[in-house]
């Protein structure tokens, strides 16, 4: 029976999820219960492009990316894929009409990544874009259940939030990018590395980012509001951590949020969406 394998397709994208990020994970746990698995769909074919470039050394990673490219897009087409993540992604694709233009933007970031860059303003605009905004616009037609109006009213909200989380991913995984992948993905930054002032600069952005997507978060339908925000709370925490930082600790361990200090967060703000003091 094909439902059996749409299922266990489902299932695998939402153990990628789990396996690779338990803070994402449990952000969709926050979810209405309806559209957890196309957003676990999301992530699966994001994080299955991410690990091509970022950890399969010694493969041909270009091959395997325009491999990978091929057949989303057969699979989109056909309405059916054997590798399981490929498809739950294109069943959820199909089912909320996901603009493939946003699938070509984030597969181009993707290839960007197969060499070393020097990132100019543009380049880093247009690698956020690709990486982390047209991610979140995926997400957010599912959120808004295919509603093409609510869409597009909450689409600037939603590329916001898609940005700064990508810059503080940046800025945490700064010593795995450099000394594990080479790569230096803020532009204006020489030999030196990252500056003092270049970190305040982005941390300005990245804040107002974040104030410019809380408008937009506190706009979305209740099925995804809290998610959405649990995840807002817990990335803006992460910029409080990286702001007492300096450069040097950055290049020197992750910045992270504790369990204890996860669950305390994830309890506040249930609190604060029931009250409706969002």
């Not at 950890?55 to 897009?73: I, P, Q, R, V």
């Not at 930082?245 to 996860?262: D, F, G, H, Q």
Request: proline letters at 2%; aromatic letters at 12%; charged letters at 25%.
């Amino acid at each position: 029976m094909k439902a059996l394998y749409d299922q266990y397709s489902y299932t695998a994208s939402k153990h990628v999820t789990k396996l690779y990020s338990t803070s994402f994970y449990n952000g969709v746990l926050f979810l209405d219960k309806k559209i957890r698995k196309d957003i676990h769909a999301i992530y699966g074919f994001v994080r299955l492009a991410d690990e091509i470039v970022d950890s399969f050394h010694g493969y041909d990673k270009a091959e395997l990316l325009a491999k990978f490219k091929e057949e989303t897009y057969v699979a989109i087409a056909q309405g059916i894929s054997l590798n399981p993540v490929l498809h739950a992604f294109q069943s959820t694709v199909n089912k909320y009409q996901i603009d493939h233009e946003l699938i070509d933007q984030f597969l181009h970031s993707m290839e960007m990544d197969l060499n070393p860059l020097d990132y100019d303003q543009s380049k880093y605009e247009e690698y956020i874009l690709g990486s982390a905004e047209v991610v979140g616009l995926m997400c957010l037609k599912i959120f808004v259940y295919g509603d093409q109006q609510k869409y597009e009213m909450l689409k600037p909200a939603a590329m916001k939030l898609g940005s700064a989380f990508q810059k503080i991913n940046f800025l945490r995984d700064l010593k795995a990018d450099v000394e594990g992948l080479g790569r230096v993905y803020f532009p204006n930054v020489g030999d030196e590395g990252i500056t003092p002032e270049n970190k305040k600069e982005i941390e300005k952005e990245i804040q107002k980012e974040f104030d410019e997507a809380f408008q937009g978060i506190i706009r979305l339908p209740k099925s995804s509001r809290f998610g959405v925000y649990v995840s807002y709370v817990y990335y803006t925490q992460l910029l409080r951590k990286i702001k007492r930082k300096s450069t040097a600790e950055l290049m020197s361990s992750r910045i992270r949020v504790s369990n204890k200090r996860k669950m305390w967060l994830f309890a506040q703000s249930y609190v604060r969406n029931t009250m409706n003091l969002l």
